[in-house]
Protein backbone atom coordinates (compact mmCIF):
# COMPACT_ATOMS: atom_id res chain seq x y z
CA UNK A 1 0.00 0.00 0.00
CA UNK A 2 2.64 2.37 0.93
CA UNK A 3 4.36 1.62 -2.28
CA UNK A 4 1.38 1.98 -4.16
CA UNK A 5 0.83 5.58 -2.71
CA UNK A 6 4.55 6.34 -3.09
CA UNK A 7 3.89 5.35 -6.97
CA UNK A 8 0.67 8.06 -7.06
CA UNK A 9 2.42 10.85 -5.99
CA UNK A 10 5.93 10.04 -8.14
CA UNK A 11 3.06 10.14 -11.16
CA UNK A 12 1.43 13.40 -10.17
CA UNK A 13 4.42 15.17 -9.25
CA UNK A 14 6.36 13.95 -12.98
CA UNK A 15 3.00 15.40 -14.41
CA UNK A 16 3.56 18.91 -12.46
CA UNK A 17 7.55 19.26 -13.59
CA UNK A 18 6.08 18.58 -16.99
CA UNK A 19 3.34 21.17 -16.91
CA UNK A 20 5.31 23.77 -15.19
CA UNK A 21 8.85 23.06 -17.01
CA UNK A 22 6.73 23.57 -20.15
CA UNK A 23 4.51 26.79 -18.56
CA UNK A 24 7.90 28.57 -17.84
CA UNK A 25 9.77 27.87 -21.08
CA UNK A 26 6.05 28.80 -23.16
CA UNK A 27 5.93 32.18 -21.04
CA UNK A 28 9.34 33.12 -22.31
CA UNK A 29 7.62 33.29 -25.82
CA UNK A 30 6.39 30.50 -28.25
CA UNK A 31 8.54 32.34 -30.61
CA UNK A 32 11.81 33.71 -29.80
CA UNK A 33 14.10 35.65 -32.15
CA UNK A 34 18.12 36.28 -31.39
CA UNK A 35 20.71 38.33 -33.68
CA UNK A 36 24.00 37.44 -33.83
CA UNK A 37 26.69 39.31 -35.44
CA UNK A 38 29.91 37.85 -36.88
CA UNK A 39 33.27 38.71 -36.54
CA UNK A 40 34.85 40.67 -39.93
CA UNK A 41 35.89 38.16 -42.18
CA UNK A 42 39.42 38.44 -43.66
CA UNK A 43 38.59 40.33 -46.93
CA UNK A 44 36.63 42.61 -45.24
CA UNK A 45 39.62 43.76 -42.30
CA UNK A 46 41.71 44.12 -46.03
CA UNK A 47 39.41 46.02 -47.78
CA UNK A 48 39.03 48.40 -44.57
CA UNK A 49 35.67 47.98 -43.25
CA UNK A 50 34.25 49.11 -40.68
CA UNK A 51 31.58 48.31 -37.72
CA UNK A 52 27.97 49.46 -38.06
CA UNK A 53 26.55 47.37 -35.24
CA UNK A 54 26.74 48.35 -31.62
CA UNK A 55 25.56 46.76 -28.92
CA UNK A 56 23.79 48.49 -26.64
CA UNK A 57 22.40 45.62 -24.39
CA UNK A 58 21.69 42.10 -23.95
CA UNK A 59 18.96 42.37 -26.03
CA UNK A 60 19.22 45.52 -28.23
CA UNK A 61 21.30 46.24 -30.94
CA UNK A 62 22.22 49.73 -32.99
CA UNK A 63 22.61 50.03 -35.96
CA UNK A 64 24.37 52.30 -38.46
CA UNK A 65 22.19 53.61 -42.17
CA UNK A 66 21.93 55.65 -44.64
CA UNK A 67 18.99 56.93 -42.69
CA UNK A 68 20.58 57.48 -39.07
CA UNK A 69 21.34 55.27 -36.33
CA UNK A 70 18.42 52.66 -36.21
CA UNK A 71 17.63 50.23 -32.93
CA UNK A 72 16.56 46.72 -32.99
CA UNK A 73 14.88 44.40 -29.71
CA UNK A 74 15.78 40.97 -29.39
CA UNK A 75 15.04 37.91 -27.34
CA UNK A 76 18.90 38.31 -26.54
CA UNK A 77 21.63 39.57 -28.81
CA UNK A 78 25.13 37.73 -29.44
CA UNK A 79 28.42 40.14 -30.31
CA UNK A 80 30.96 38.81 -32.86
CA UNK A 81 32.73 37.71 -29.26
CA UNK A 82 29.87 35.00 -28.23
CA UNK A 83 30.65 31.48 -28.15
CA UNK A 84 29.32 28.71 -29.42
CA UNK A 85 28.30 27.45 -26.15
CA UNK A 86 26.86 30.25 -25.23
CA UNK A 87 24.28 30.69 -28.09
CA UNK A 88 23.27 27.46 -27.22
CA UNK A 89 22.75 27.99 -23.73
CA UNK A 90 18.74 28.78 -24.44
CA UNK A 91 18.33 26.05 -26.80
CA UNK A 92 19.31 23.80 -23.86
CA UNK A 93 16.46 24.02 -22.08
CA UNK A 94 14.16 23.28 -25.41
CA UNK A 95 15.85 20.11 -25.66
CA UNK A 96 13.95 18.86 -22.32
CA UNK A 97 10.51 19.63 -23.49
CA UNK A 98 11.12 17.76 -26.80
CA UNK A 99 11.54 14.88 -24.48
CA UNK A 100 8.30 15.87 -22.89
CA UNK A 101 6.80 15.04 -25.90
CA UNK A 102 6.33 19.05 -27.36
CA UNK A 103 7.68 20.26 -30.98
CA UNK A 104 10.70 22.57 -31.01
CA UNK A 105 12.03 24.17 -34.26
CA UNK A 106 15.48 26.13 -34.52
CA UNK A 107 16.28 27.68 -37.64
CA UNK A 108 19.10 30.05 -39.11
CA UNK A 109 18.16 32.69 -41.16
CA UNK A 110 20.03 35.39 -42.83
CA UNK A 111 21.96 36.28 -46.29
CA UNK A 112 25.33 34.23 -47.78
CA UNK A 113 27.89 34.49 -45.49
CA UNK A 114 26.39 35.55 -42.23
CA UNK A 115 27.28 32.30 -40.35
CA UNK A 116 24.13 30.20 -40.69
CA UNK A 117 25.70 27.23 -40.80
CA UNK A 118 28.42 27.67 -38.39
CA UNK A 119 26.17 28.55 -35.78
CA UNK A 120 23.51 25.52 -37.15
CA UNK A 121 26.71 23.25 -37.98
CA UNK A 122 29.84 24.49 -36.70
CA UNK A 123 33.38 22.62 -36.73
CA UNK A 124 34.64 19.71 -35.03
CA UNK A 125 36.36 22.02 -32.41
CA UNK A 126 33.72 24.22 -32.59
CA UNK A 127 30.22 22.38 -32.19
CA UNK A 128 27.13 24.30 -33.01
CA UNK A 129 23.51 23.92 -31.98
CA UNK A 130 22.62 20.78 -33.88
CA UNK A 131 25.65 18.51 -32.44
CA UNK A 132 25.37 19.92 -28.95
CA UNK A 133 21.43 19.32 -29.21
CA UNK A 134 22.21 15.74 -29.96
CA UNK A 135 24.29 15.51 -27.13
CA UNK A 136 21.80 17.07 -25.20
CA UNK A 137 19.00 15.07 -25.84
CA UNK A 138 20.84 11.51 -25.39
CA UNK A 139 22.05 12.74 -22.04
CA UNK A 140 18.36 13.57 -21.27
CA UNK A 141 17.08 9.95 -22.65
CA UNK A 142 20.19 8.60 -20.46
CA UNK A 143 19.16 10.21 -17.43
CA UNK A 144 15.35 9.04 -17.82
CA UNK A 145 15.46 5.78 -16.06
CA UNK A 146 11.35 5.37 -16.19
CA UNK A 147 10.79 5.83 -19.99
CA UNK A 148 11.97 3.76 -22.80
CA UNK A 149 13.05 5.73 -25.72
CA UNK A 150 13.30 5.74 -29.59
CA UNK A 151 14.78 8.04 -31.47
CA UNK A 152 14.15 8.15 -35.57
CA UNK A 153 15.12 10.90 -37.80
CA UNK A 154 14.96 11.94 -41.67
CA UNK A 155 16.50 15.38 -43.71
CA UNK A 156 14.79 16.68 -46.40
CA UNK A 157 15.75 19.81 -48.41
CA UNK A 158 13.46 22.21 -50.18
CA UNK A 159 15.09 22.96 -53.38
CA UNK A 160 13.66 24.96 -55.97
CA UNK A 161 10.29 24.68 -54.47
CA UNK A 162 10.75 20.74 -53.99
CA UNK A 163 11.09 18.59 -51.34
CA UNK A 164 13.98 16.09 -51.66
CA UNK A 165 14.37 13.18 -49.29
CA UNK A 166 18.36 13.66 -48.77
CA UNK A 167 18.30 10.21 -46.79
CA UNK A 168 16.73 8.39 -49.93
CA UNK A 169 19.57 10.21 -52.28
CA UNK A 170 21.98 8.33 -49.66
CA UNK A 171 20.58 5.14 -49.93
CA UNK A 172 20.18 5.81 -54.09
CA UNK A 173 23.29 7.25 -55.45
CA UNK A 174 23.09 6.17 -59.11
CA UNK A 175 19.48 6.45 -59.40
CA UNK A 176 18.02 9.57 -61.54
CA UNK A 177 15.70 11.72 -59.92
CA UNK A 178 14.84 12.68 -56.31
CA UNK A 179 12.95 9.47 -55.54
CA UNK A 180 9.19 9.09 -54.16
CA UNK A 181 6.73 12.12 -54.55
CA UNK A 182 7.11 13.63 -50.61
CA UNK A 183 3.62 15.05 -49.78
CA UNK A 184 3.81 17.41 -46.30
CA UNK A 185 0.75 16.58 -44.08
CA UNK A 186 -0.41 16.94 -40.44
CA UNK A 187 -1.59 14.19 -38.81
CA UNK A 188 -3.90 14.09 -35.82
CA UNK A 189 -1.89 15.52 -33.07
CA UNK A 190 -1.14 18.31 -35.33
CA UNK A 191 2.40 17.12 -35.86
CA UNK A 192 3.63 18.19 -39.37
CA UNK A 193 5.32 14.85 -41.16
CA UNK A 194 6.50 13.83 -44.70
CA UNK A 195 4.81 11.26 -46.21
CA UNK A 196 6.68 8.83 -48.23
CA UNK A 197 10.09 10.14 -46.31
CA UNK A 198 12.81 7.74 -45.17
CA UNK A 199 13.48 7.48 -41.54
CA UNK A 200 16.30 6.01 -39.94
CA UNK A 201 15.86 4.60 -36.48
CA UNK A 202 19.14 5.81 -34.06
CA UNK A 203 20.59 4.69 -31.20
CA UNK A 204 23.20 6.85 -30.35
CA UNK A 205 24.79 10.65 -30.64
CA UNK A 206 27.71 9.15 -32.75
CA UNK A 207 24.98 7.77 -35.52
CA UNK A 208 22.62 10.39 -35.78
CA UNK A 209 25.55 12.83 -36.14
CA UNK A 210 26.64 10.18 -38.65
CA UNK A 211 23.43 10.48 -40.63
CA UNK A 212 23.71 13.88 -40.30
CA UNK A 213 26.79 14.58 -41.63
CA UNK A 214 25.75 12.17 -43.94
CA UNK A 215 22.47 13.55 -45.70
CA UNK A 216 24.11 17.31 -45.34
CA UNK A 217 26.91 16.11 -48.11
CA UNK A 218 24.00 14.99 -50.49
CA UNK A 219 22.66 18.90 -50.60
CA UNK A 220 22.78 21.58 -53.25
CA UNK A 221 25.58 24.17 -53.12
CA UNK A 222 26.94 26.16 -55.43
CA UNK A 223 29.54 29.18 -55.67
CA UNK A 224 28.18 32.49 -55.78
CA UNK A 225 29.72 36.13 -55.37
CA UNK A 226 29.04 35.71 -51.53
CA UNK A 227 30.08 32.50 -50.87
CA UNK A 228 32.41 29.75 -52.58
CA UNK A 229 29.57 26.94 -50.99
CA UNK A 230 26.90 28.72 -50.48
CA UNK A 231 23.70 26.54 -49.52
CA UNK A 232 21.08 26.66 -52.34
CA UNK A 233 18.21 24.76 -50.09
CA UNK A 234 16.72 25.33 -46.93
CA UNK A 235 17.57 21.69 -45.22
CA UNK A 236 15.39 20.48 -42.47
CA UNK A 237 16.81 17.47 -40.27
CA UNK A 238 13.96 16.68 -37.88
CA UNK A 239 14.95 13.92 -35.04
CA UNK A 240 11.34 12.32 -33.35
CA UNK A 241 11.69 11.12 -30.07
CA UNK A 242 9.29 8.31 -28.71
CA UNK A 243 8.69 7.51 -24.79
CA UNK A 244 6.97 5.26 -23.08
CA UNK A 245 6.85 5.98 -19.80
CA UNK A 246 6.66 2.64 -17.49
CA UNK A 247 5.66 4.07 -14.74
CA UNK A 248 2.37 5.96 -16.44
CA UNK A 249 1.77 3.76 -19.42
CA UNK A 250 2.04 6.79 -21.43
CA UNK A 251 3.71 7.07 -24.82
CA UNK A 252 4.94 10.87 -25.91
CA UNK A 253 6.07 11.46 -29.30
CA UNK A 254 8.63 15.11 -29.42
CA UNK A 255 10.04 16.52 -32.12
CA UNK A 256 13.40 18.50 -32.72
CA UNK A 257 13.68 20.42 -36.28
CA UNK A 258 16.87 21.95 -37.38
CA UNK A 259 16.88 24.07 -40.10
CA UNK A 260 19.75 25.61 -41.84
CA UNK A 261 18.03 28.23 -44.67
CA UNK A 262 19.29 29.31 -47.70
CA UNK A 263 20.36 32.59 -47.67
CA UNK A 264 18.30 35.43 -48.38
CA UNK A 265 20.10 38.18 -50.05
CA UNK A 266 19.06 40.15 -53.19
CA UNK A 267 19.37 37.90 -56.13
CA UNK A 268 21.43 40.72 -57.78
CA UNK A 269 24.29 40.91 -55.06
CA UNK A 270 25.37 37.38 -55.49
CA UNK A 271 25.96 38.16 -59.06
CA UNK A 272 24.27 34.89 -59.80
CA UNK A 273 23.04 34.07 -63.92
CA UNK A 274 20.82 31.12 -65.26
CA UNK A 275 20.08 28.01 -63.04
CA UNK A 276 21.94 29.90 -59.87
CA UNK A 277 19.76 32.65 -60.08
CA UNK A 278 16.65 30.35 -60.50
CA UNK A 279 18.27 29.05 -56.97
Same mark, same amino acid.
Given at each position: ?????????? $??EMTLRKKYWNTIEDMKGKIRVYARCRPFAKYEIERGCSPVVRFADDTTLELNTAHGLKEFAFDAV??????????????????????????????????????????????????????????????????????????? !?????????????????????????????????????????? $??????????????????? !????????? !????? !???????? &??? &?????????? $????????????????????????????? $??
Amino acid at each position: QSNATLEKQY $KEEMTLRKKYWNTIEDMKGKIRVYARCRPFAKYEIERGCSPVVRFADDTTLELNTAHGLKEFAFDAVFDPESTQGAVFEDTRNLIQSCLDGYNVCIFAYGQTGSGKTFTMTGSDSLPGLTPRAITELFDGIANTKTSETKVT !AYFVELYNDQVVDLLWKLENRTAKGDGPKLDIKVDSKKMVFV $KNVTTKSVGSPSDLMELFN !AGNGMRHVG !ATKMN !AESSRSHS &IFS &ILVESYNTTT $KKTSVGKLSLVDLAGSERADKTGATAERL $KE
